[in-house]
């Protein structure tokens, strides 16, 4: 793994939040021994003389001003505290210490890559690299070939250089891809394990996220000896749950929901959806077989439904109804004017005709779409 504490790549990616190597960056702030007792100044070089307004208005409530009834109102008097003292401070704890050292590190980072700071090197072709390797990487691995082509356009802002640097990013991609998906896959599977354990997710697994015989309250009661409200209360909590983690940007199942997303868009094939699958869990460890239920409720929170035939996203169906309703009138639909409108709902070109003549019972007759019971 690259320092992060020296590596411009992994300064550029704790700047962005929520992002993987952040959230390993934090996770080995609190876990490490070493780490846990040194002082933050030592950890993260700089911390003391950063220019920026100290980030009160970027923490909670509670945090903020449990830091301050600390002293601790100044980059300065923060350097000299140690992870472990942080999380001593009264009212701070195991939560709140993740917060304030993710706020921490990005503030810490985005000085450190400051062309105005103290620390800032000059905007040299090494450095260029540097930023499209985490670029590409993200891009690929989030949108696939073409988002990484955007994502470097956009970065370098001169299509005359794009071959070239496309081709970095794309060798880059080798070196990347032990590395960053080995963050997210850690914090995926912790996140899982940690949703895992909580009361009442057992029942919530059972009810909707395993096989098509799902047992019913009442089943489930008397199984477990408890009254069908109790269980029914369990799986309610457990529904607010969820909802409540979704909301969290840096949450690792939400990162891996919006990669989902990402990679599928509104309609997607079956085949799609298990490269999705394995590039989220590259070693094939967190999301098995044997723990299907943790993919389901990854298309549960996205949300998609599966056939064998189609990956679909919400209401996809319904909207490419609305959509051949309004288009289809006379002697039919002009096509041109029906892909630019699914287009618009985020189906693929080349997924077009065979969703809306499989699922819809369309042929193309003549240049013009035509309803099958219509001929």
């Known amino acids: 793994m690259p320092d992060p504490r020296a590596d411009r790549s992994a300064l550029l990616a704790a700047r962005q939040g929520g992002c993987a190597a952040l959230l390993h960056l934090v996770d080995q702030l609190v876990t490490r021994e070493e780490w846990r007792q040194a002082a933050l100044g030592e950890l993260l070089p700089g911390l003391g003389s950063i220019g920026a307004p100290f980030p009160r208005d970027r923490l909670s409530m509670r945090s ?13 008097t ?76 956009a970065a370098t802002g001169a299509r005359g250089r794009l071959p070239s640097r496309v081709e970095e990013a794309m060798s880059a ?19 899982f394990e940690e949703l895992e354990q909580k009361p009442g997710f057992d029942i919530f697994r059972r009810r909707h996220l395993e096989g098509p015989d799902r047992p019913t309250l009442e089943q489930l009661g008397k199984e477990l000896g408890v009254s069908r409200s109790s269980i029914g209360q369990k799986e309610a909590a457990t529904v607010r749950t969820l909802a409540k983690l979704m909301r969290e940007e840096d949450w690792p199942i ?24 394995a590039a989220l869990d590259r070693e094939g460890t967190v999301l098995t077989d044997a723990i299907g239920h943790r993919r389901t409720l990854l298309l549960r929170l996205a949300p998609y439904r599966v056939t064998e035939e189609w990956v679909m996203g919400p209401e ?27 287009a618009a709902l985020g189906i693929r070109e080349e997924l077009q005709l065979p969703w809306i003549v499989g699922r819809h019972g369309f042929r193309l007759i003549d240049g013009r779409l035509v309803r099958s019971g219509d001929l």
């Open 316 to 342: 996809v169906e319904e909207l490419t109804d609305v959509v051949l309703g309004a288009a289809t009138v006379g002697s039919g639909a002009d096509p041109d004017a029906v892909a630019h409108r699914l």
């Open 173 to 191: 991609l080798d070196d990347l891809g032990a590395a960053e998906p080995g963050y997210q896959r850690a914090g995926l599977a912790r996140a």
């Open 78 to 153: 923060l350097a000299t505290e140690t992870p472990e003292s942080l999380g001593g401070v009264a009212l701070v704890g195991p939560k709140g210490l993740r917060e304030v050292l993710t706020v921490v590190i990005r503030e810490w980072a985005a000085d450190r890559l400051d062309p105005r700071g103290p620390a800032a090197e000059a905007d040299s072709e090494e450095s260029l690299r540097d930023q499209l390797r985490i670029i590409g990487a993200w891009a690929a691995s989030t949108r696939g070939p073409s988002g990484m082509v955007e994502a470097i356009v």
């Open 254 to 277: 939400r990162i891996a929901v919006e990669g989902l997303r990402a990679r599928l868009g509104a309609l997607a094939r079956p085949a799609e959806l298990r490269r999705a699958f």
């Open 64 to 76: 903020a001003n449990a830091l301050g009834k600390a002293g601790i109102r100044t980059w300065e």
